[in-house]
């Protein structure tokens, strides 16, 4: 009988205490700047495969 039988349980918490519309349009903004960002990434990268 050690600590781990004394331990109490912890109340669980929201996930997120954001509001789901903030939340979707964080989301899209996100997928849209992956999105930009793979493209600049393979732009770049087929710039360098030309280069050799």
Same mark, same amino acid.
């Given at each position: ?10 109340? !669980?918490? +929201? ?8 939340? &979707? ?6 997928? !849209?700047? +992956? ?8 732009? &770049? ?8």
């Amino acid at each position: 009988m050690g600590k781990d039988s004394r331990k109490r349980e912890q109340p !669980k918490q +929201a996930v997120s205490t954001l509001n789901v519309e903030i939340m &979707k349009a964080y989301n899209a903004g996100y997928k !849209k700047g +992956a999105q930009e960002q793979r493209l600049a990434d393979f732009k &770049k990268m087929m710039s360098w495969i030309e280069s050799l």
